[in-house]
């Protein structure tokens, strides 16, 4: 069992950086695929980012490329989204999740185990 808990959330303005962190509890965290998922308001759940245990380069949605960064902190357990240059498009609840696999998976179903999910919202 691996327990998941997301912070870093809020409400910023269009320009702004965040820094989302989901520290992982319960089971060996190296040995788990990490990633971030995003939710708004009446859209279906959308990928974001995900890191592989084994090494593999971390894979990043078109839509935040460039502008995100997931990484992460083995000694702590906790991974990273770093977030800059917020958009509007941007606001939604983010979703931190783990799964055994050791490639960045960009599948849903491919994790088992999920935060309770943070709000960041991106004002005009």
């Known amino acids: 069992q691996v327990q998941l808990v997301e912070s870093g959330g809020g409400s910023v303005q269009t320009g702004a950086s965040l820094r989302l962190s989901c520290e992982a509890s319960g089971r060996t965290f190296r040995d788990y695929g990490m990633g971030w998922f995003r939710q708004a308001p009446g859209k279906e759940r959308e990928f974001v980012a995900a890191?592989?245990?084994?090494?593999?380069?971390?894979d990043l949605a078109d839509s935040v490329r460039g502008r995100f960064r997931i990484y992460r902190d083995k000694v702590k357990s906790v991974v990273y989204l770093q977030m800059d240059s917020l958009k509007p498009d941007d606001t939604a609840v983010y979703y931190c999740?783990?799964?055994?696999?050791?490639?960045?998976?960009?599948?849903?179903?491919?994790?088992?185990?999920w935060g309770q999910g943070i709000q960041v919202t991106v004002s005009s």
């Open positions: 999740a783990a799964g055994r696999h050791s490639w960045p998976s960009r599948r849903h179903d491919e994790y088992d185990y």
């Open positions: 890191d592989g245990w084994s090494g593999v380069n971390a």
